[in-house]
């Protein structure tokens, strides 16, 4: 079978810590909603279908605007194996 490797591509993304909304909310834009105290909703491509958004991220996970501009959430040990710095 064959074998394939992810494509290397730069991401932009931010750590939820729970106090920093208003900075995710401008990187973000409409596409973040505070649903509680510890909980983000992130509203994604496949959201758009629908009246509520389904990713529910929490404190410390990472919040990723990926390659078309869409958003989406990571849990910060899948964020470190996958991302490093640039």
């Given at each position: 079978?064959p074998?394939?490797?992810?494509?290397?591509?730069v991401?932009e993304?931010i750590?939820?810590s729970?106090?920093?909304?208003?900075?995710?909310?401008?990187f973000?834009?409409?596409?973040?909603?505070?649903?509680?105290?510890?909980?983000l909703a992130?509203?994604?491509?496949?959201?758009?279908?629908f009246?509520?958004?389904i990713?529910?991220?929490?404190?410390g996970d990472?919040?990723?605007k990926?390659?078309?501009?869409?958003?989406?959430?990571?849990?910060?040990?899948?964020?470190?194996e996958?991302y490093?710095?640039v």
């Open positions: 079978m074998l394939y490797r992810k494509k290397p591509v991401i993304a750590k939820w729970g106090n920093n909304f208003n900075e995710i909310k401008e973000a834009g409409d596409n973040v909603k505070m649903l509680s105290t510890n909980e992130v509203i994604t491509l496949e959201d758009g279908m009246e509520k958004p990713h529910i991220a929490t404190i990472y919040i990723i990926g390659i078309q501009g869409e958003f989406y959430f990571c849990k910060p040990n899948i964020f470190d996958t490093e710095q």
